[in-house]
């Protein structure tokens, strides 16, 4: 991973990043107006609509920047690039300069869903910011993200950046954005399966600033962030990436 920073690089990590947290947060408002009751259905709405914007953001800016569009996706790839290239002050200078402009595209994307949805519909939601389940603690929620996001970053290693990956690189998007679903489908209805500090950062700040009202979201800062780190730990790569 040798990407020189540009503004075409750093415009594309806020564009994902934006398209991730508008799409996503989205479906989550209209199923709130619109659901069907059913909440396998409803779940599944949101689960491809998070995971589809991954897939057709990763499909357009893939090859540009790399398609991250989560700090701990920035984080976990890093880590694996570091093992195997060294280069630790390029590596986090890619850190810093990634970070930030995902951190702005959340806040863009869910300022934009506040205009597009009307206040009564985005209100009982708070604009799709990831909510745990009653009855599972902060402890717990942070395992899931954790362990969510493990296998997230791990699917990004192996099928976007391993040189040794066993698919074709034009398929890597679909892996990507179907490891996004898979964790939605299964972790949504516990954790919230934010899976991205930066999907649950953008909502929740729009969200504090308009109302007042800031929600906690510790466990899809720190599960995340703990599960990119690890993934970009033990990837078991043959040679390098």
């Not at 995902?102 to 708070?126: F, M, N, S, T």
């Amino acid at each position: 991973m040798q990407r020189t920073l540009s503004w075409p690089i750093i415009f594309s990590e806020y564009l994902g990043t934006f398209a991730l947290v508008f799409f996503g947060g989205l479906a989550v408002c209209m199923v709130q107006a619109h659901g069907s009751g059913i909440a396998i259905i409803d779940m599944l709405a949101i689960a491809l609509a998070h995971g589809l914007a991954i897939f057709t953001m990763v499909s357009a800016f893939g090859h540009i920047s790399g398609g991250h569009f989560n700090p701990a996706v920035t984080l976990g790839v890093c880590i694996a690039s570091w093992r195997h290239h060294g280069k630790g002050l390029q590596l986090f200078s890619l850190l810093i300069s990634y970070i930030p402009f995902q951190l702005i595209g959340a806040l863009g994307g869910a300022l934009a869903l506040a205009y597009a949805v009307p206040h009564a519909v985005w209100i009982p939601v708070k604009l799709g910011v990831p909510q745990v389940a009653a009855g599972v603690s902060l402890g717990g929620a942070i395992f899931i993200e954790a362990l969510l996001t493990f296998f997230l970053v791990m699917t990004v290693c192996g099928a976007a950046l391993d040189r040794n990956r066993g698919l074709p690189r034009a398929l890597a998007p679909l892996a990507i954005g179907g490891a996004v679903t898979m964790g939605i489908l299964a972790g949504g209805w516990l954790s919230g399966a934010a899976m991205n500090p930066a999907r649950a950062f953008g909502p929740a700040a729009l969200f504090g600033l308009i109302e007042g009202e800031w929600h906690p979201i510790m466990a899809y800062v720190i599960g995340p962030l703990i599960g990119g780190f690890l993934a970009g730990l033990v990837y078991p790569d043959k040679e390098e990436i």
